[in-house]
């Protein structure tokens, strides 16, 4: 009997194989004195919660400590106006925080839906939210706009978005764009950039790779990089093994400490755990999706480091059903702590409050949720929508954290 033993404790024996159990994953040793037998090794999740930090029996904190954050409202939805806003995006472009989002008539992504931005100079008093891109195709098209991030490099601000097919989010027609600015206000004719969909905008690596990530037609992660600093440039796709727990990935990451990059995806509905992928050589290739034990109730999350270093996680971790059986409730909204970027050891609610919806619309629910990030000012800004229908955001000090 051949067996791998490295710190580990056994659990049970069967006739030829020995099944070790260590943070929630498995080592499987085999007979290697019979002819054809093969040793299969399932590696440890690259990351997980720590056990017991979110109390699924409180659902309305998960047993959590609330943040003393500061709020602002950046957008309202009303009776006579665009009552949809989701895909909340923001980034630092000389000296004033920048947001952006998907804003539509009624529903989610139908045609007519446009992209909404306005910025701070102080991160709490807002400016009145402008149209930076209109319906990709007018009234009469079938296509709809899909708020997709921020880039800047120098002195030129980039913005990208997704034109959709409406209705349709996964769809080999899907195309993403950028316009480019270099006052903020006036904007250039849209590029294309890669087909898919994506609701995240280029983030660099700590050597100034920029990582793009989205999702393809077959609903699998589309994990782009380049180094072309400019990010409308020089793409090239990074390799990840396929997997069918994905219908709608929405990848995020964050560097571990040593550089290694972690990938955490959206899962499909009623299963409601994080997936994670890590990559050695700067997102050219990717391990093989694993489930980890961190809960999420299956929708965007983000993540990041501070910059001391430090990993955050910001999600929905609440595994209670919603409105929508296989789709827990986006209600709190959390960040989570790891120092390692392998064990999130601590987290707080960032909002926790009931919220209720004022206007129905398809695919809507309610809750603070798809939540985007940026460190600017000694804070960190989170940038949420509100029920699918407003939009919010949060500051926080980092000695807080």
């Not at 280029?202 to 994990?223: E, H, V």
């Not at 440039?233 to 990840?240: R, T, V």
């Not at 929405?250 to 990059?261: D, I, K, M, R, S």
């Not at 909002?351 to 129905?360: I, L, T, V």
Request: aromatic residues 10%.
């Amino acid at each position: 009997m051949k067996t791998i033993y490295s710190k580990f404790h056994c659990l049970f024996f069967l006739p030829a194989v020995v099944l070790v159990i260590f943070s929630g994953s498995m080592v499987l040793s085999s007979d290697s004195t019979k002819p054809g037998t093969k040793i299969h090794v399932v590696r440890p999740a690259p990351i997980q919660a720590k056990p017991g930090l979110f109390d699924q029996s409180t659902t309305n904190t998960l047993g959590l400590t609330t943040l003393k954050g500061e709020h602002a409202i950046l957008y309202t939805a009303t009776k006579d106006g665009y009552k949809f806003c989701h895909h909340s995006n923001l980034v630092v472009f000389k000296d004033r925080l920048y947001a952006m989002w998907s804003n539509g008539k009624v529903h989610e992504d139908f045609n007519g839906q446009r992209i909404l931005s306005c910025s701070t100079t102080d991160g709490m008093n807002w400016s009145e939210p402008v149209v930076i891109v209109s319906d990709p195709d007018g009234p009469e098209g079938p296509r709809a706009a899909v708020a997709a991030g921020f880039h800047v490099n120098g002195d030129n601000l980039t913005a990208y978005y997704t034109s959709i097919i409406g209705k349709k989010q996964i769809d080999p027609r899907s195309i993403m764009y950028a316009i480019t600015t270099q006052d903020g206000k006036n904007w250039s004719k849209p590029l294309k950039i890669a087909t898919g969909f994506f609701i995240d905008g280029p983030r660099p690596m700590r050597d100034g790779r920029l990582l793009l990530n989205g999702q393809t037609a077959d609903r699998q992660p589309q994990l782009l990089f380049s180094d072309n600093k400019n990010g409308l440039s020089g793409w090239k796709q990074g390799i990840i093994p396929p997997n069918d727990i994905f219908t709608f990935p929405e990848p995020t990451w964050f560097q571990q400490p040593g550089g290694v990059l972690t990938m955490l995806f959206r899962t499909r509905g009623g299963h409601f755990r994080l997936y994670a992928s890590v990559s050695h050589d700067r997102d050219m290739t990717w391990s093989a999706p694993q489930e980890t034990n961190f809960p999420d109730a299956t929708a965007r999350s983000f993540a990041g480091n501070l910059p001391n270093g430090t990993v955050f996680l910001i999600n929905n971790p609440n595994t209670s059903p919603s409105t929508y059986p296989k789709v827990g409730k986006r209600n709190p909204l959390t960040i989570s702590l790891s120092k390692d970027g392998k064990i999130f050891d601590r987290a707080y609610v960032v909002r926790g409050e009931a919220s209720q919806m004022r206007f129905k619309g398809k695919s809507k629910i309610a809750g603070w949720q798809y939540p985007s990030a940026t460190v600017w000012r000694n804070s960190l800004y989170i940038a949420y929508s509100i029920n699918k229908e407003d939009v919010g955001i949060t500051r926080v000090p980092l000695k807080d954290f």
